[in-house]
């Protein structure tokens, strides 16, 4: 009985969002806070090349800024089930930073550029030797600290407009900081993968339990993009264009035929389809990465995408696969 409880209330947080209509936020209601991708065409990133000193995020998060949870330390945090309580998750913090840059490019307004500051230099201090930005909390079978690619990515865009607004060479020492494990195997503590079906790398949002998370290798290639782009360091750019070539190939890999993959765990009883909202989170990666690339490959998945998304029937599908997957693999 026990189970079955705890099976049905990480369902009902999950998916039906109740904690939400409670006015007490639930560990999802952060992640289903919708982003959109802002740049949507060559112009947009024309405009982000040569518009502001410091450019807007290529995704938009400034939804992320009615989340309320913040601990003492200013930084928001997030309710994870007993016995984790309240935690500072990196990836939480980093998008909300960026939805308070953003607003600040669009408003002016001191106390977002304050704010955003504060978050900045928490996680500059916090930053360690090897660059990383570390989850304190142990998270299924990933014991603390640990780090993902998903979380450095989006910690090295936010140094990295910290940069262009201060030009404070610490904020770009550390956004590059931020890249280095990602050209180090996962086997080595880095963020690099081989990925057998395509014989290529990826860089793995769980480097200590690696399933190809799909959704976190776009989104760190987008930061890729970025510092590869505004630093002009070999390096960077070969980790973009490494990236790049590996997503081509990967993706003929993430769809059950109607609908697209979460990732290609080996323990998964079933297919781990996307729910709808990272269903759709994954076609604004793939606009802004077929932009940023001008990949028929890209454009040719992105399309897909968009047209599955569009069938109420593959929609629930999708939905019902997704939980009795949580039923049996949790």
């Not at 953003?102 to 500059?124: A, G, P």
């Not at 910690?155 to 890249?179: C, P, Q, V």
């Not at 081989?194 to 959704?215: D, H, Q, R």
């Not at 998304?309 to 696969?321: G, P, R």
Request: with cysteine; hydrophobic share 40%.
């Amino acid at each position: 009985m026990k189970y079955l409880k705890n099976t049905k209330e990480l369902i009902i947080d999950t998916y039906l969002l109740y904690a939400k209509h409670k006015h007490k936020p639930s560990l999802a209601y952060f992640w289903y806070l919708t982003e959109s991708a802002n740049i949507k065409n060559i112009i947009d990133l024309e405009n982000y090349k040569y518009g502001q000193k410091s450019p807007t995020y290529l995704l938009d998060y400034r939804s992320k800024l009615a989340y309320p949870l913040i601990n003492s330390s200013g930084i928001i945090v997030l309710p994870y089930h007993p016995p984790l309580g309240m935690q500072v998750n990196p990836e939480a913090a980093f998008q909300y930073a960026l939805g308070l840059h953003d607003r600040f490019i669009e408003t002016n307004h001191s106390r977002d550029l304050e704010q955003f500051y504060h978050y900045v230099n928490y996680f500059l201090t916090t930053q360690n030797t090897n660059g990383l930005f570390e989850y304190q909390f142990n998270w299924l079978q990933i014991r603390a600290p640990w780090s993902s690619a998903l979380a450095q990515g989006h910690g090295a865009s936010m140094m990295l407009r910290a940069f262009k607004l201060t030009n404070d060479e610490r904020y770009l020492l550390s956004a590059k900081k931020a890249l280095k494990s990602f050209s180090i195997s996962t086997e080595k503590g880095g963020f690099l993968h081989y990925f057998s079906p395509g014989n290529c790398y990826y860089f793995e949002e769980y480097p200590k339990m690696p399933t190809g998370v799909l959704n976190g290798f776009m989104s760190s290639l987008i930061s890729i993009w970025e510092l590869q782009y505004w630093t002009k360091e070999n390096w960077i750019i070969d980790l973009w264009y490494m990236g790049v070539e590996s997503l081509e190939k990967m993706l003929p890999f993430y769809t059950n035929g109607w609908w697209s993959l979460y990732d290609l765990d080996k323990n998964s009883p079933i297919k781990n389809v996307n729910t709808l909202r990272y269903h759709l989170l994954e076609i604004d990666y793939l606009q802004i990465l077929s932009i940023l690339t001008h990949s028929l490959k890209l454009t040719s998945y992105l399309e897909e995408r968009k047209e599955q998304s569009l069938s109420m029937s593959k929609k629930i599908s999708a939905l019902v696969l997704k939980v009795i997957r949580k039923i049996l693999y949790l």
